[in-house]
């Protein structure tokens, strides 16, 4: 996963090469290929003292308690990235001039073509907080919507994964959202997607973020961008999402989910860890639902 600095919101849209693997089996060659690699970040409530950037513009913004999501680590102050250094990694950002700090700008990705609808729900299959469909198969989408490849990995495969849920029942899908940097958007996306489980509309928030993060680009998603969305779901109470989604109690869930996928060794997103009677296979970075279907149909 490329290094996201708190005053700029560094985006790389590239989707990587799937690897299918038992758990441990990357090697340091596949891991030089496989991309983004990170440890998911702890989240802390907002406090009266906490800083953090927020949305864009001329350095570091002191947060009050009303902005709904903060990072666990306060900026850095006005300076801003140097960005020095960069991703020394294979095919990484040279980082060779960085972001200058002063003004706090930030670098983005043009929206990459095509963008599918969003799709619903297939009839059939039951939700339930984060989880869809049922099965003796699961699989966990480890997922940070904030991500360009992300986004478009989760719009590629989950539509048709889920279709493949309602008419074979091959198992259940949970939606794990899992915050890999400390953009303000993927913690705002993580929270929503958090928020929205407690209504049983977690995928459809997430598919309506992803297609919001593949078409749009720079501050994406605000809170009057997420009202417009939520808005958009049926079943769903707005005011209830919006007052959740700025709550505290979103950081324990979102922590639970950072524990779960260090004990899993998820180190990059997206990926699916895929459990059943005949073992576990991982899947990172799919570009097609086939390969996620082909790991499912291994562990049966």
């Not at 670098?107 to 599918?116: G, I, L, M, N, Y």
Request: with cysteine.
């Amino acid at each position: 996963m490329a290094f996201r600095s708190i005053s700029s919101r560094l985006v790389i849209g590239a989707l990587g090469a799937c690897l299918l693997m038992a758990p441990g089996a990357l090697g340091a060659t596949d891991k030089a290929k496989a991309g983004k690699t990170a440890a998911p970040v702890r989240l802390v409530p907002p406090t009266k003292t906490t800083e953090a950037v927020v949305r864009g513009g001329k350095g570091n913004t002191p947060v009050t308690p009303s902005n709904p999501m903060l990072p666990a680590a306060p900026g850095s102050g006005a300076g801003g990235n140097s960005g020095a250094g960069g991703n020394s990694g294979a095919g990484g950002n040279s980082g060779a001039s960085g972001n200058s700090g002063a003004s706090g700008g930030m670098v983005t990705v043009a929206p990459v073509a095509p963008v599918a609808p969003v799709a619903p729900i297939p009839k059939g299959v039951a939700t339930a907080g984060l989880a869809a469909g049922s099965g003796t198969v699961e699989i966990r989408e480890y997922v940070d919507l904030g991500e360009l490849d992300d986004a478009a990995a989760h719009q590629a495969v989950v539509p048709t994964l889920l279709a493949q849920i309602a008419a074979k029942r091959l198992g259940s899908m949970v939606l794990c959202p899992l915050v890999m940097g400390r953009d303000s958007n993927s913690i705002e996306a993580a929270g929503a997607i958090i928020a929205a489980s407690r209504q049983n509309r977690a995928w459809e928030i997430a598919a309506h973020l992803a297609r919001a993060r593949i078409t749009q680009s720079g501050d994406w998603l605000t809170p009057t961008s997420l009202s417009a969305i939520a808005q958009l779901i049926r079943g769903l109470s707005v005011a209830r999402f919006s007052r959740e989604a700025a709550g505290r109690t979103v950081y324990l869930d979102l922590n639970t989910i950072r524990k779960e996928a260090q004990a899993a060794k998820v180190t990059r997103t997206p990926v699916f860890v895929i459990k059943g009677p005949s073992g576990t296979r991982i899947v990172i970075t799919p570009t097609s639902a086939a390969e996620v279907l082909g790991a499912i149909q291994a562990v049966r």
